[in-house]
C-alpha cells in the first residue's frame, strides 16, 4: 500500500546526464503556486539557467582538490546482502564509478560508517508514513496546508473508524 501522507512523495532529481540534470532542475525550480512546500521559493526565473551555466563551465577547471566525500558502506551493504533490497546493486556500481572520478579531479572519497543506517527503512515506517499518514486516513490534513488527497481520504476515512478500518491500517 502507498502511504497517503502528501509530504512523502519526492525522490529528488535522477537522471542520466548532468545536462539531463540541469534541464530538469530548470523546469522544477522554484515556486509553482500549486505546492504549498514551494510557497516562500524564488520565481522559477529569478534561479540560474542550469544548463547554460553547465556549458559554460565545460572548460573550466575541475579540480575537486579539498573537497572530501563520504560514501556511506552500509548503504552499499544493503545492496549486496539482502535479497530484493530496495537499493539496485547497479546504482552502486554506478556510484562506486562516479566516486572514481571524484578521485582522479583531487576529492577525497572516504568509506563512512553510520551503524544505524539499515535500520532506516524501519525507522522512517514508524515515525514518518505510519504517524503521517493517520490523520489523513481519519479524513483530515497532514503536513500541507492546501492540499488534500480527497478520493483516497474520502475511501478511507470512514473505514478507518470503524473496528475493520482500523485492523486495516498499514502496521509497522
Known amino acids: 500500500m502507498a502511504?497517503?501522507?502528501?509530504i512523502i512523495d519526492h525522490t529528488?532529481?535522477?537522471t542520466r546526464s548532468c545536462l539531463d540534470n540541469a534541464i530538469l532542475l530548470k523546469s522544477i525550480a522554484g515556486r509553482d503556486n500549486l505546492d504549498d512546500r514551494c510557497a516562500v521559493s524564488p520565481l522559477p526565473s529569478e534561479f540560474p539557467d542550469y544548463p547554460r551555466t553547465l556549458f559554460a563551465m565545460k572548460?573550466?577547471?575541475?579540480?575537486l582538490k579539498g573537497f572530501k566525500i563520504g560514501m556511506v558502506k552500509e548503504g552499499f551493504e544493503i545492496c549486496?546482502?539482502?535479497?530484493?533490497?530496495s537499493n539496485d546493486p547497479r546504482v552502486g556500481v554506478k556510484v562506486q564509478e562516479a566516486a572514481e572520478?571524484?578521485?582522479?579531479?583531487?576529492?577525497v572519497v572516504e568509506d563512512v560508517s553510520i551503524s544505524m543506517h539499515d535500520l532506516g527503512a524501519t525507522l522512517w515506517v514508524c515515525i514518518e508514513s505510519r504517524m503521517g499518514s493517520l490523520p489523513v486516513l481519519c479524513g483530515g490534513m497532514s503536513g500541507r496546508s492546501g492540499y488534500k488527497m480527497t478520493e483516497l481520504t474520502k475511501k478511507k476515512k470512514h473505514n478507518i473508524r470503524t473496528e475493520e478500518g482500523c485492523d486495516n491500517t498499514p502496521q509497522v
Open 3 to 6: 502511504f497517503p501522507e502528501p
Open 12 to 14: 529528488g532529481p535522477m
Open 59 to 63: 572548460d573550466a577547471d575541475m579540480s
Open 80 to 85: 549486496q546482502k539482502k535479497n530484493g533490497a
Open 101 to 107: 572520478k571524484w578521485r582522479e579531479l583531487g576529492a
